[in-house]
């Protein structure tokens, strides 16, 4: 297998930032609804854009200033919420030295990728970036993927795409790429996959050998 791209799911496979999404749902919905949102039903949500998130769940009728309330609670938080990732940075940095092109393909939208993005430094690493803002239809639909192949102009058979939930590995395996299941972060989407990823990895350093072994060069 020879790979010229390798696709990455955000929240909870390339950053810990499950807990701040979360937390940012929960404020704006007891300021908006005077509600206290449980952690497993905002978990449920997650996978959409926050913006599609309040416009479908929230009672309150001022949807749009709870939206621009999510982004101030999720950039004033960030630094306190999300921890740079020294493991992540460097099998970054590994592959756009190996020349691989890099691409994030995700549900959350693209105001709130673009400041964790910049929080993290990561603003100039990627070639492509597909948010669920650019798509009609969220994970499992592959849609995102299609998408991001067609921009980066490779072929499915020579993309790894990973991602940490079950909607990820369903989206990958639909549109035909190899599909790696990830728990290298500690509050990812699921703990067990119920869709089987082509491959598992529990640890960053377990991705890089598997590369090194020969994924990236093998012809």
């Not at 009728?61 to 999510?70: F, T």
């Not at 691409?103 to 669920?132: N, P, W, Y």
Request: aromatic share 8%; proline share 3%; net charge negative.
């Amino acid at each position: 297998m020879t790979i010229q791209a390798v696709l990455f799911d955000f929240d909870g496979t390339l950053a810990n930032t499950l807990p701040l999404c979360i937390y940012s749902l929960q404020e704006v919905f007891l300021k908006f609804d005077q509600r206290e949102l449980a952690v497993k039903e905002a978990k449920e949500w997650l996978g959409n854009s926050e913006k599609k998130i309040i416009e479908e769940h929230l009672i309150s009728n001022q949807k749009l200033d709870a939206i621009e309330y999510y982004y101030n609670v999720y950039k004033n938080n960030h630094s306190r919420l999300v921890d740079n990732n020294r493991e992540i940075d460097h099998l970054l940095s590994y592959l756009k030295e190996e020349g691989i092109k890099l691409a994030i393909v995700t549900g959350k939208g693209r105001r709130s990728l673009q400041i964790s993005l910049e929080c993290l430094h990561m603003t100039t690493i990627f070639d492509c970036i597909v948010t669920g803002d650019d798509v009609v239809q969220a994970e499992p639909d592959p849609e995102g993927i299609t998408l991001a192949l067609s921009m980066l102009d490779v072929p499915a058979s020579e993309v790894i795409f990973l991602g940490d939930s079950n909607c990820d590995i369903e989206a990958g395996l639909k549109a035909n790429i190899y599909t790696a299941g990830v728990h290298w972060l500690p509050d990812g989407k699921t703990t067990e996959f119920k869709v089987i990823p082509d491959s598992a990895f529990l640890t960053v350093d377990e991705f890089l050998e598997f590369l090194k072994l020969g994924a990236l060069h093998e012809s």
